[in-house]
């Protein structure tokens, strides 16, 4: 069997400042570390479990933050940015997807670095009516592969929003309590990695019984995008598909998930244009 791993780090435990979040960061090799032993300990836990192969999509950032020699022989690493399909990159064939540092939606309270894909130009994300986390995005994204993700390690707060409002079946270990965007309580890691290990073995045993299945949504899909510039917008609406709804919004409808995927990535990439742009 073949597992699927996408890795964020504002989820991470013991994560709370941005200077764990950059590669010129004062505490980004801190965070390498952290990020690189929690992936070991999953990537061999579901080997342990019969996965014989597990696809790592490194997903913070420059997309860049395990170490590579850390990795064990079965595990293959999806590395940089940009790149097709973000975080979800090569999860394509996979039986089940795991996330890792997941962290809560835009304008969450009480959770560490609360962002929608890109803090510097998301404000608001909506598919089908539904304002969506990242945990969200990639799993709806998953779901329409057949993919089902079956265990989430992140903030505490996206475990007892998105993921069990949506996605009950779902394993959820809370790496962190938060008690402000930049302050929050983890556990030791080595009871980080006795959940972790406990988690998958549930899991696991949830996705064989079929309790376990791909998050859907309907097809075609509708998007609506709320930025935190009007110059994003400004930008997003030169896409003939795109239409503007006010000084900051746009939306747009695309055949499939994967379509609307693509160009809501686009639409990002975009804005971290424009702001280059105007900023230097």
């Given at each position: 069997m073949?597992a699927f791993i ?7 435990p013991y ?5 764990h979040?950059f590669?010129?960061?004062a505490?980004?090799a801190?965070?390498r570390?952290?990020?690189t032993e929690?992936?070991?300990?999953l990537a ?5 479990n019969g ?8 997903s ?8 590579p ?7 293959e690493l ?6 097709p399909?973000s975080m979800?990159?090569?999860a ?6 795991l996330f890792l540092g ?5 304008g969450?309270g ?8 890109s803090?510097a ?6 598919i ?10 990639n799993s ?5 592969w ?6 989430v390690g992140g ?11 949506h996605?009950?079946w779902v394993?959820?270990?809370p790496?962190k309590e938060a ?5 929050a309580k983890?556990?030791?890691?080595a009871?980080?990695k006795?959940?972790?290990?406990a988690?998958?073995r549930?899991a696991v045993?949830r996705l064989k ?5 791909p ?12 930025f935190l510039n009007?110059?994003?917008?400004d930008?997003?609406?030169?896409l003939?598909a795109v ?9 747009f ?6 379509d609307a ?9 975009a804005?971290a244009?424009?702001?280059?742009v105007v900023?230097?």
């Amino acid at each position: 069997m073949r597992a699927f791993i996408s890795l964020d780090l504002e989820g991470l435990p013991y994560i709370v400042s941005r200077e764990h979040l950059f590669v010129k960061g004062a505490l980004y090799a801190e965070a390498r570390r952290i990020a690189t032993e929690i992936v070991k300990t999953l990537a061999r836990a579901l080997h342990e479990n019969g996965f014989d192969e597990v696809v790592v999509a490194d997903s913070h950032g420059p997309m860049v933050n395990v170490l590579p020699e850390e990795m064990p022989e079965y595990v293959e690493l999806v590395r940089g940015f940009p790149r097709p399909l973000s975080m979800v990159a090569f999860a394509k064939g996979s039986d089940a997807a795991l996330f890792l540092g997941y962290h809560a939606k835009a304008g969450t309270g009480y959770a560490t670095f609360d962002h929608t894909y890109s803090g510097a130009s998301v404000d608001r994300l909506e598919i089908n009516g539904v304002e969506v986390s990242e945990f969200l995005l990639n799993s709806y994204l998953l779901g329409s592969w057949g993919i089902p993700v079956i265990l989430v390690g992140g903030d505490r707060r996206l475990i007892e929003t998105d993921v069990r409002n949506h996605a009950p079946w779902v394993v959820g270990i809370p790496f962190k309590e938060a008690s402000s965007r930049y302050a929050a309580k983890s556990p030791s890691m080595a009871r980080v990695k006795g959940m972790l290990e406990a988690g998958v073995r549930e899991a696991v045993e949830r996705l064989k019984t079929g309790k376990a299945k791909p998050l859907v949504t309907e097809e075609p899909v509708h998007v609506i995008l709320r930025f935190l510039n009007s110059a994003f917008a400004d930008a997003a609406e030169l896409l003939p598909a795109v239409k503007r709804v006010d000084g900051k919004t746009v939306e747009f409808e695309a055949e499939k998930v994967e379509d609307a995927y693509r160009i809501f990535e686009l639409l990002t990439l975009a804005a971290a244009g424009v702001n280059a742009v105007v900023t230097r």
